[in-house]
């Protein structure tokens, strides 16, 4: 089976390619179209699809749209109740129209596609999914949905075994986890749909005192879903502006929904191994990608093991979409082989590119090595290797670098970024030192869980350290990445540290950086000190002379 995976409907459209059951790529249309996040997540966008990534996709394969057996639409519009409480009274069934005529709309953008191959997928069953099938090792054991909403839930809880799902309960709108964290986001000033993880980063900076009111509001209903009603989100703590400094209310407010939120989430966990008693949880849903959440789980819950699909977000239902109905079609699935599912460019491919730019570049004969003693010498350098990341991580393919030994280089590389100094930076770390450095789940390949930092380290990686003492690791291991764990080796003998800074190649409000243009324009805008770009070095210094 050849089957097309599209996520349209809501925010971060994104295509998937799967072919005989093996994950082929997977993309975000953010990527290509360099407008973040695609599209703004409103019911009258619902028409636009990733066109772009779509066909890369099909590119990348060798295929045209008349090859496909499937296409997989991770939206069933036959299951929405347009007059439930938690859709949106006005523009529901504009939403609702736009997906029934997605069959069409894909025709039209990929001449040849016939929109009779076009499949429905349910969007909590394309996220779980994704989760499930993609895991490394057997598919089976429970997986755990939640995100904003579907098309009339919010949540699904089930088991998978033999690649099939069994649903054992599923939330209806209005109640949401989802659209709560939301709706807070946007109260603290930040853009809903979009910023979440920064409520989750300026939670630390504050004492849950608000958790009483919130437990009023917001609570497991024992049967396997949840209540969430109504929060005066004012009474608790003024309103924010986008462009007004955060107050203690503000951080106190965003600690009291994170850890509400962990506690509902513990109680789901529990009401669902208690009904399996599997060992193995998989989660996805935009919920998942709260790293800290993650991490209370696989502390204090009832699974020995947690995996979170990497694109855990909508962007994901495209992967899950496709992969479910080449399930359900016989295809054998293979887990996804890592997040670098994206597009990539051969060293001549780079050269050429160089050279079109006429800029001074350089190919040592060591690259990890030259990049690592750049670090040393406390440098920062754009990264850009391989297949780029499917999800929101930077994973060592699209980064920006740095010295963690040095407290200034947070606000160093907030400042080349362009975003506020609240947020933390996160570390790599070779996968065989990580357990003396850090303590929590390993290993962390793609940066879903936090970490505690062992003391003796705080002092020697201040960079990295969260003000709660805490880092969101990805963990390297030689197989998996092996320029990159060099680079790590090469670093460590130079300064004593198996740990690297890795924040993403791209400056605030842009996407993540895709292309070989992408990174000359990132470089060139931005103060980075090196460039290694394939197996060439680009250096400021040289640039600039």
Known sequence: MRVLGINAIFHDPAAALVVDGRVVAATEEERLSRRKHGKRPVPFSGWELPEKAARWCLDRAGLEPGDLDAVAYSYDPSLVEPDLDGHDANWERLRTLYARRAPNFLA?????????????????????????????????????????????????AGTYADGALTPLHAQRLPHSL??????????????????????????????????????????????GGFAVAPVDWGSLAKARTADAEWTRDHADLAASVQARLEEVLLDLAGWLHGRTGSSRL???????????????????????????QPAAGDAGTALGAALHVARASGDEIEAMPGADLGRGWDDDEIAARLDVAKIPYERPADLAATVAEALAQDRVVAWFQGRSEFGPRALGHRSLLAHPGHAANVERLNDVKGREQFRPIAPMVSLDRAAEIFEGPLPSPYMLFVHDVRPEWRERIPAVVHVDGTARIQTVADDDEPLVARLLREFDRRTGIPVVINTSLNTAGRPMVDDPRDALECFGSAPVDLLAIGPFVVRRREVHA
Do not use: Q
């Not at 979440?196 to 209903?221: C, D, I, N």
């Open 178 to 223: 989802g659209l709560m964290y939301e709706d807070l986001t946007e109260h603290l000033g930040f853009l809903r749909s979009s910023d979440e993880y920064k409520v989750m980063a300026l939670a630390s900076y504050g004492e849950p005192r608000f958790l009483a009111e919130l437990r009023e509001h917001v609570a497991a209903t024992g049967d």
């Open 282 to 308: 998989m989660l996805a849903g935009g919920v998942a990608l709260n790293c800290v959440a993650n991490s209370r789980l696989a502390e204090a819950g009832p699974y020995d093991d947690l995996w979170v």
């Open 108 to 156: 039209t953008a990929l001449p040849g596609l016939d929109p009779g191959i076009v499949r429905f997928v349910p969007h909590h069953v394309a996220h779980a999914a994704s989760a499930a099938l993609a895991a490394p090792g057997p598919g089976e054991g429970d997986v755990l949905v939640l995100d904003g909403r579907g098309e009339s839930h919010s949540h699904l």
